[in-house]
């Protein structure tokens, strides 16, 4: 056994009971003990002694010994002080006391100044008492508290005697004379600043946080003194408030082609945040794409397209084509004609630009401004339902979102074999096909205007049922083509109401608008009496303008429009509706009673063959050669 072994008495079972190393060892646990105790004891003081000083103060407070409470104060305030920084950042215990004490201190003060402004109160001795004893709590509450009084002044929140009786009471206390009599002297000039400051604030109130800091930045130029601090304070804190949302925006108008807006917001933020190199790289982006405009008097474009053929072995099958194929352009026609148009300078336009909405009682004609050169066009997609009835014309069924959020076709493809096949593709439909058109040329649209959609309540909306009347008109149009019938439960409609609103808030975000083109899509709207129209349009608002949107405009099926004098047109703008379109072979709009009124010219396989539309378009570059299978 080693010497070690041998000292410690380890390995020897008879010696271990007795020797220095127990004694040792019987003493340091004696030590541990004490010390333990002694722990124990320090530190249970040292809460007795931290439960024991807000109550303490309290009472010295509710007693009227303002010198204990001071002195309360001051011993927990010198001990943090004393401490290093690291160590007082530990002092979590005396930090949380001292905000204790300052809230109380602060209770009594709110107490005190609210009854003089609610109560006209006069403070009682033991008030002014309080005050002067506790100065070193109190007088920056009641500093803080007539500024505050002097904020809600300026923001006409306040009476001018209420204030400069506060002011009264409490600048005669000897520890608030140095804030509240320069204050004071100030009011009469604060008051003449309210009416700008609440100006301001109504622009802010708005969430217009650019007109709201070139407002206040006029005031801080303006004033000085208190008005001067306070302006430039707020301007601080609307400068932290607008910016991420206003990048966000900003932001978005580049995504959505939206460059002119964007030019002109980014530019009012590189006013107000002169340094931002994120606001200097998305504005060189968005003047990149920008060019001179001018106002534009001339003539309107108004082209309309339905459904398109995104099948074509379905739609000129010989055996299974439709008579109604005529009624569509195929998906390559569609892109031939926006090539062409693109050719020609045309450029989309937002048709509700050219009518100011503002007064939802009264239209205001507006001009037109299109960048210079360019001839504005408006592209109509005509009741965007897909009834079941058109499915043999090898249009889509519907639209859905892909897992990028774009809007595309759903089609049933039928192949060479005769085998169906489920499609999705942003190019089986016009919309799809004009957005990547307008991503692969950006100047086809002028802020990001794309086209008008409109879209009845007959079966289906977007090709989803969303209520027990389109089960009807569906299930009848199933049985008449010897299909099976639907059955839709509540929670299948819901589904597709949602499915309806998510595909609608897409397309708004994208520059999409839309329109009605009455609920049951009224072939001859003219020929209807009142009884039919107020119905048809009560269905329509409630049944598929709610999935929608607001909504200004409204397609005449067939074109045979009501005259806007007429009592039903009459109860058709108080709807709502300030913008109409009947047809027309060529461009034509004028503006009405409280309302606008465009013509538009249908765009199809027959109108193709049948129609003279060379202004605009090489038709024989346009026909797609599948149309020869029809003789």
Not at 470 to 481: C, F, K, M, Q, S
Request: hydrophobic share 35%.
């Amino acid at each position: 056994m080693s010497n070690f072994a041998t000292e410690l008495n380890i390995g020897d079972p008879e010696r271990k009971k007795t020797g220095w190393g127990y004694r040792l060892a019987a003493l340091l646990c004696a030590v541990t003990m004490v010390a333990a105790v002694v722990v124990f004891v320090v530190i249970g003081k040292m809460n007795e002694y931290k439960n024991m000083t807000i109550p303490d103060f309290q009472a010295a407070i509710d007693s009227g010994d303002y010198d204990k409470a001071i002195s309360i104060y001051r011993n927990v305030q010198d001990e943090v002080l004393a401490a290093s920084p690291q160590e007082a950042a530990n002092m979590t215990e005396e930090t949380s006391m001292l905000d204790d004490m300052e809230s109380i201190v602060k209770t009594r003060v709110d107490s005190i100044c609210t009854r003089v402004l609610g109560e006209r109160y006069v403070p009682s001795n033991s008030d002014v008492l309080f005050l002067d004893s506790m100065e070193e709590l109190s007088s920056s509450v009641v500093s803080q508290w007539l500024n505050d009084l002097c904020v809600q002044f300026l923001l006409g929140q306040l009476e001018k005697p209420d204030v400069i009786f506060v002011f009264d009471q409490l600048s005669p206390i000897s520890n608030f004379s140095a804030t509240a009599k320069p204050l004071l002297r100030e009011i009469d000039y604060i008051e003449t600043a309210t009416g700008d400051v609440q100006n301001a604030e109504a622009s802010f109130a708005d969430e217009d946080y650019i007109s709201a800091v070139q407002k206040y930045q006029e005031i801080s130029e303006k004033y000085d003194g208190f008005v001067n601090t306070y302006s430039v304070e707020r301007i601080a804190e609307i400068k932290d408030i607008m910016y991420d949302p206003m990048m966000e925006e900003g932001e978005h108008m580049l995504d959505t082609f939206r460059y002119y807006s964007a030019e002109s917001l980014l530019s009012d933020l590189a006013v107000i945040f002169p340094d931002d190199e994120r606001i200097k790289t998305d504005l060189l982006e968005a003047t990149g794409h920008t060019t001179q405009t001018q106002e534009y008097y001339g003539a309107v474009e108004v082209l309309c397209v339905r459904s398109l053929i995104a099948d074509r072995n379905t739609a000129f099958a010989e055996s299974y084509g439709s008579n109604d194929r005529g009624l569509y352009l195929t998906c390559d026609e569609f892109t031939a004609i926006l090539n062409q148009l693109y050719s020609e300078g045309y450029c989309l336009v937002d048709g509700e630009n050219l009518a100011g909405m503002g007064d939802s009682s009264y239209l205001v004609e507006q001009n037109l401004t299109i960048p210079t050169g360019k001839k504005p066009l408006i592209i109509v997609i005509e009741n965007l339902s897909y009834s079941a009835s058109d499915f043999s014309c090898g249009t889509c069924r519907r639209l859905v979102l892909n897992d990028r959020g774009q809007v595309c076709g759903e089609y049933m493809q039928t192949g060479d074999n005769g085998d169906d096949s489920l499609v999705v593709s942003r190019n089986a439909e016009a919309i799809g096909i004009l957005d990547s058109f307008v991503e692969e040329h950006p100047d086809f649209t002028y802020d990001g205007a794309k086209g008008v959609i409109s879209v009845s309540g007959f079966e289906s909306c977007f090709g989803y049922v969303v209520n027990e009347d389109e089960v009807d008109d569906r299930n009848a149009d199933l049985n008449a083509r010897n299909l099976p019938s639907i059955n839709p439960s509540s929670a299948d409609i819901q589904a597709n109401c949602n499915s309806v609103t998510a595909i609608a808030n897409t397309l708004r975000d994208t520059g999409w608008k839309f329109a009605s083109c009455t609920y049951g899509y009224l072939a001859d709207a003219s020929k209807c009496d009142m009884a039919t129209i107020q119905s048809d349009t009560d269905k329509w608002k409630t049944q598929i303008g709610s999935l929608l949107g607001e909504t200004h405009m409204l397609v005449y099926p067939g074109g045979n429009y009501i005259n806007g004098t007429d009592e039903r047109a009459v109860y058709l703008k108080n709807q709502g509706f300030r913008i109409f379109f009947g047809i027309g072979s060529r461009p034509y709009y004028t503006y009405g009673d409280n309302y606008l009124y465009f013509d538009r010219a249908i765009l199809s396989g027959n109108t193709l063959e049948k129609i003279d539309y060379s202004r605009i378009l090489d038709v024989s570059t346009i026909l797609d050669p599948a149309r020869n299978s029809e003789e």
